[in-house]
């Protein structure tokens, strides 16, 4: 099989990485891809939202399959542009196809589609530019901290926490008046805080069976003991060492059967991943959100943990035949920790050299924000790679990450010393 996978960060260099393992795969092309999707396929410099250049290339490559990496291009519909062109609509597509993207493209979507379907979650309203007083009253009759979410895509921006009241009400105004988030904040949702520990459930659906892959939590602020600015994750660890066999199971009866039943009920038509961010209240477990692909750096953590050829499990998700596969998992932990640029998730500089990089031994260095340019490996993003480890228990797993980053270097190179702290 010819397999396209769109995007270019650490999850699409973790898909390429595992993709480019089976037998089943003749050639590989990622789109546009960076520095470490180079090593293992065919780098195609293309955005993930042209979908008619996706289209000439898809023809021009003889592609038989198309993964789609990131939230964009599926919030976008670029799986009915396959569907509705007769030149490419034999082509599998691994990605929800539009309305049901809107689980992710759109926060009150999803909160509709979770209490229609009787799935635990928090308490929350909806508010636009013309109801911000009655958001105001609203935020009145919640204990805090508040959690204010704009409604479309933020870039993992696009949620804030606050404790104070009035920082609240100001916070609310900046994004429905002054278009904080631009497009994505024209409505905001407001939900009640739930208090306990996070992690993510990672689901494979063909649209009728589905698949459970191993738990992660990942660490999304800047500063140490989870302080600062919320980010797209600094690490991630798997599997979850609190999420007991009873939890997991919880989580498989309250969450995850109502929600693919819930596809099914609403005619949303799903063949993709599904990314359940969960908070673990007490004993039980609630939605945060849904996102309609794999996590990242949680995919830097899952799929080294999945002993299954990956492209026999995508091609029965797009054959419908997910209920054939027996899905194996390495008993090892998994973590990651991200090196990020210096300065992010705010401004920071491109185009510092990174170094080392050969050296790495018992890790394996996942390229997220890095691109070749002539013949040195630079960084290209704010989060620039994640180093992956595998160990008997996750601290040992830790351990060997961090004594690998010790060896690579780039000017002002942040990460973070303790994931896994909270553990």
Same mark, same amino acid.
């Given at each position: 099989?010819?397999?396209?996978?769109?995007?270019?960060?650490?999850?699409?260099?973790?898909?390429?990485?595992?993709?480019?393992?089976?037998?089943?795969?003749?050639?590989?092309?990622?789109?546009?891809?960076?520095?470490?999707?180079?090593?293992?396929?065919?780098?195609?410099?293309?955005?993930?939202?042209?979908?008619?250049?996706?289209?000439?290339?898809?023809?021009?490559?003889?592609?038989?399959?198309?993964? %789609?990496?990131?939230? =964009?291009? #599926?919030?976008? *519909?670029?799986?009915?542009?396959? &569907? !509705? $062109?007769? /030149?490419?609509?034999?082509?599998?597509?691994?990605?929800?196809?539009?309305?049901?993207?809107?689980?992710?493209?759109?926060?009150?979507?999803?909160?509709?589609?979770?209490?229609?379907?009787?799935?635990?979650?928090?308490?929350?309203?909806?508010?636009?530019?013309?109801?911000?007083?009655?958001?105001?009253?609203?935020?009145?009759?919640?204990?805090?901290?508040? %959690?204010?979410?704009? =409604?479309? #895509?933020?870039? *993992?921006?696009?949620?804030?926490? &606050? !404790? $104070?009241? /009035?920082?609240?009400?100001?916070?609310?105004?900046?994004?429905?008046?002054?278009?904080?988030?631009?497009?994505?904040?024209?409505?905001?949702?407001?939900?009640?805080?739930?208090?306990?520990?996070?992690?993510?459930?990672?689901?494979?659906?063909?649209?009728?069976?589905?698949?459970?892959?191993?738990?992660?939590?990942?660490?999304?602020?800047?500063?140490?003991?989870?302080?600062?600015?919320?980010?797209?994750?600094? *690490?991630?660890?798997?599997?979850?060492?609190?999420?007991?066999?009873?939890?997991?199971?919880?989580?498989?009866?309250?969450?995850?059967?109502?929600?693919?039943?819930?596809?099914?009920?609403?005619?949303?038509?799903?063949?993709?991943?599904?990314?359940?961010?969960?908070?673990?209240?007490?004993?039980?477990?609630?939605?945060?959100?849904?996102?309609?692909?794999?996590?990242?750096?949680?995919?830097?953590?899952?799929?080294?943990?999945?002993?299954?050829?990956?492209?026999?499990?995508?091609?029965?998700?797009?054959?419908?035949?997910?209920?054939?596969?027996?899905?194996?998992?390495?008993?090892?932990?998994?973590?990651?920790?991200?090196?990020?640029?210096?300065?992010?998730?705010?401004?920071?500089?491109?185009?510092?050299?990174?170094?080392?990089?050969?050296?790495?031994?018992?890790?394996?260095?996942?390229?997220?924000?890095?691109?070749?340019?002539?013949?040195?490996?630079?960084?290209?993003?704010?989060?620039?790679?994640?180093?992956?480890?595998?160990?008997?228990?996750?601290?040992?797993?830790?351990?060997?990450?961090?004594?690998?980053?010790?060896?690579?270097?780039?000017?002002?190179?942040?990460?973070?010393?303790?994931?896994?702290?909270?553990?």
């Amino acid at each position: 099989m010819n397999i396209l996978i769109l995007g270019s960060g650490g999850r699409e260099h973790t898909f390429a990485w595992k993709i480019a393992q089976s037998p089943k795969c003749s050639q590989l092309f990622v789109a546009p891809g960076n520095s470490g999707t180079n090593t293992v396929a065919t780098n195609v410099n293309i955005s993930v939202t042209d979908f008619d250049a996706i289209k000439k290339l898809v023809l021009e490559k003889n592609i038989d399959m198309v993964v %789609v990496g990131p939230e =964009d291009p #599926l919030v976008q *519909g670029i799986h009915d542009y396959f &569907l !509705n $062109d007769e /030149e490419i609509k034999h082509i599998s597509v691994i990605g929800p196809q539009k309305v049901a993207a809107q689980l992710e493209g759109s926060k009150e979507f999803a909160k509709e589609f979770l209490f229609r379907h009787n799935i635990p979650t928090a308490a929350y309203e909806s508010f636009t530019k013309e109801t911000v007083e009655k958001g105001y009253e609203f935020l009145e009759t919640l204990k805090p901290p508040y %959690v204010l979410k704009a =409604d479309g #895509l933020a870039a *993992g921006k696009g949620v804030v926490i &606050l !404790n $104070d009241l /009035e920082e609240a009400k100001t916070e609310l105004k900046s994004m429905l008046v002054d278009a904080k988030f631009g497009e994505a904040s024209t409505k905001v949702v407001i939900e009640e805080f739930l208090d306990g520990i996070e992690l993510s459930c990672f689901v494979l659906t063909d649209g009728e069976h589905y698949k459970i892959l191993p738990t992660a939590k990942d660490y999304k602020r800047i500063g140490e003991g989870d302080t600062g600015l919320n980010t797209g994750g600094m *690490g991630a660890v798997s599997p979850v060492p609190f999420a007991t066999n009873e939890f997991l199971n919880k989580i498989e009866n309250r969450i995850v059967k109502p929600t693919i039943e819930g596809f099914k009920k609403d005619n949303l038509p799903y063949v993709g991943f599904v990314f359940i961010g969960l908070i673990k209240v007490g004993d039980d477990p609630k939605v945060i959100e849904y996102n309609v692909r794999m996590g990242d750096p949680e995919t830097e953590v899952v799929f080294p943990r999945l002993k299954n050829d990956l492209v026999e499990v995508l091609q029965a998700m797009a054959n419908g035949t997910l209920n054939e596969i027996d899905i194996e998992i390495d008993e090892r932990a998994a973590t990651t920790i991200m090196l990020v640029s210096g300065g992010y998730p705010e401004s920071y500089e491109k185009g510092k050299e990174i170094t080392g990089i050969e050296t790495i031994k018992d890790s394996i260095p996942f390229h997220a924000g890095a691109q070749v340019q002539n013949g040195k490996i630079i960084t290209s993003g704010g989060r620039v790679m994640a180093i992956t480890s595998y160990g008997d228990t996750y601290k040992e797993a830790i351990k060997k990450s961090y004594q690998n980053i010790e060896k690579l270097h780039f000017d002002k190179m942040y990460y973070r010393k303790d994931i896994g702290f909270d553990l």
